[in-house]
């Protein structure tokens, strides 16, 4: 079920020029975007046919230093350390 909203001139120009909304839903205080119907599409698309090892040599190099670290050796035996 919908509602319509009203929207301000300021909110209508920025969805206009495809920028998104921020709303906020008044009875459970939950953040909302709003986007035009066409970048959602956009969006879903891109996501849906986004297969997540294609991501792994981007997040290989951010998180290179961080793996490398000392430190991090401590969660490679995590399971042994509870015990």
Same mark, same amino acid.
């Given at each position: 079920?919908? &509602?319509?909203?009203?929207?301000?001139?300021?909110?209508?120009?920025?969805?206009?020029?495809?920028?998104?909304?921020?709303?906020? &839903?008044?009875?459970?205080?939950?953040?909302?975007?709003?986007?035009?119907?066409?970048?959602? &599409?956009?969006?879903?698309?891109?996501?849906?046919?986004?297969?997540?090892?294609?991501?792994?040599?981007?997040?290989?190099?951010?998180?290179?230093? /961080?793996?490398? /670290?000392?430190?991090?050796?401590?969660?490679?035996?995590?399971?042994?350390?509870?015990?």
């Amino acid at each position: 079920m919908s &509602e319509t909203v009203t929207l301000s001139l300021e909110d209508r120009q920025a969805l206009q020029s495809g920028q998104s909304v921020a709303v906020t &839903e008044f009875t459970s205080q939950m953040q909302c975007v709003i986007l035009r119907a066409d970048i959602f &599409e956009q969006i879903k698309k891109r996501v849906s046919d986004l297969d997540p090892r294609d991501t792994y040599p981007a997040v290989d190099k951010v998180m290179s230093e /961080d793996w490398d /670290d000392p430190k991090m050796a401590e969660y490679d035996d995590y399971e042994s350390l509870q015990k």
